[in-house]
């Protein structure tokens, strides 16, 4: 007798992001995680032992991988593993016959040079590349909706396109010279990071930038803009991450000039237009701006803008949880989308304040 729910499966289930799925699914009511995945010592652990915040949530006990098992237990499955790890599985997935959600950076680039470039890493699953789909719901449902294969997207790139796209497709900005500024919690380098500069003491009251030009995530922002605009490239633009001592949540503050006068008011009607159906999506009045303490624990993306005539500019800010609507939050909407779901089963839940 064929199950009443979505069997999924987590490849990767014992960072953070497979901490958050198990968290989400489970009050999710037509999917259940039937089945985990972990790597070396933790393989033969339960949820429970690896997140002891998650005991009594879910009985799952980790086992190594097996193509074979997950085909017969899994209808869906999340993979959740570092760059370069998720090519090697998802072809005999896809074989198998499930569909799958990649929370890693794998297929989110079109182009596999340009993976390799950025990622320092040779791609070994290129001819599925082409029928992966980018997995920002705001932008890319009808595609989502049809595909076996759904690359989620990054943090910070979820951060700034998404207020950015609307501008560019109203032409309203210019897509020269865009600066996006980004600051992100700790949590955001994955649980397996121990490198000192991520320790309490050496993160707590200080602010950094890191990665300076060299970002990883640069390519994917620049992907998701040129989609926006209808071109297949788009103009290189600044992007510098920061670490903020915190554990959860991004906010990012990007910059362009605008192409005509426009009013506050004005900026604020094509953003909000936009998304004014979009469950995840709240446009903030003129004069409110986005915090992280607004949007942690949460699948929202706050977004706000301030027209600034001296210069000419426009400032757009968008606040997110790195961990949901930067990661597990996301792909559960998109798993939600695929398998024809509620988009927002599993997903309810408000941000957690203070």
């Known amino acids: 007798m064929k199950s009443t729910f979505t069997r999924v499966g987590i490849i990767g289930a014992s960072g953070y992001t497979g901490a958050e799925l198990v968290r989400l ?10 089945l985990a995945t972990a790597s070396g010592e933790r393989a033969g652990m339960s949820i429970g032992e690896l997140f002891p915040s998650l005991r009594d949530v879910s009985d799952i006990v980790c086992e190594a991988y ?7 237990e899994c209808d869906f499955v999340f993979v959740a593993l570092p760059h370069g790890k998720a090519m090697e599985y998802v ?14 950076a794998d297929f989110r680039l079109r182009d596999a040079a340009v993976f390799e470039e950025w990622y320092k890493h040779s791609h070994s699953a290129v001819d599925y590349l082409e029928q992966a789909v980018y997995g920002l719901p705001e932008w890319n449902r009808e595609q989502i909706a049809k595909a076996n294969l759904v690359a989620n997207p990054g943090c910070y790139p979820t951060s700034a396109i998404l207020p950015l796209a609307p501008l560019l497709a109203a032409d309203l900005i210019d897509a020269e010279n865009i600066i996006v500024d980004s600051a992100s919690g700790t949590s955001g380098a994955g649980r397996s990071s121990f490198s000192l500069g991520f320790h309490f003491s050496e993160v707590i009251g200080d602010y950094k930038a890191y990665n300076v030009g060299g970002h990883r995530h640069t390519p994917e922002i620049e992907q998701g803009l040129s989609d926006a605009i209808g071109k297949s490239t788009f103009p290189p633009i600044i992007f510098t991450p920061h670490l903020l001592p915190i554990a959860r949540g991004i906010l990012s503050t990007s910059y362009a000039r605008l192409k005509k006068d426009v009013s506050k008011e004005e900026v604020y009607a ?19 701006l986005p915090q992280v303490k607004h949007v942690a624990g949460s699948n929202f993306c706050d977004i706000g803008t301030v027209v600034n005539s001296r210069s000419g500019k426009l400032i757009a800010i968008g606040a997110i ?14 798993m939600n989308i695929m398998c024809d779901f509620d988009e927002t089963e599993g997903l309810q839940q408000a ?3 203070p």
């Open 25 to 34: 699914i489970d009050s999710h009511p037509q999917a259940k995680v039937t």
């Open 66 to 72: 097996d193509v074979e098992r997950i085909a017969n």
């Open 91 to 104: 072809p005999d997935l896809l074989k198998a016959g499930v569909k799958i959600c990649d929370l890693g």
């Open 270 to 288: 094509v953003i909000s237009q936009k998304y004014a159906a979009e469950p995840f999506v709240r446009v903030l009045k003129p004069g409110e």
């Open 321 to 334: 949880d790195n961990l949901l609507k930067g990661a597990s939050g996301q792909a559960v909407q998109n």
């Open 351 to 353: 941000p957690l304040f």
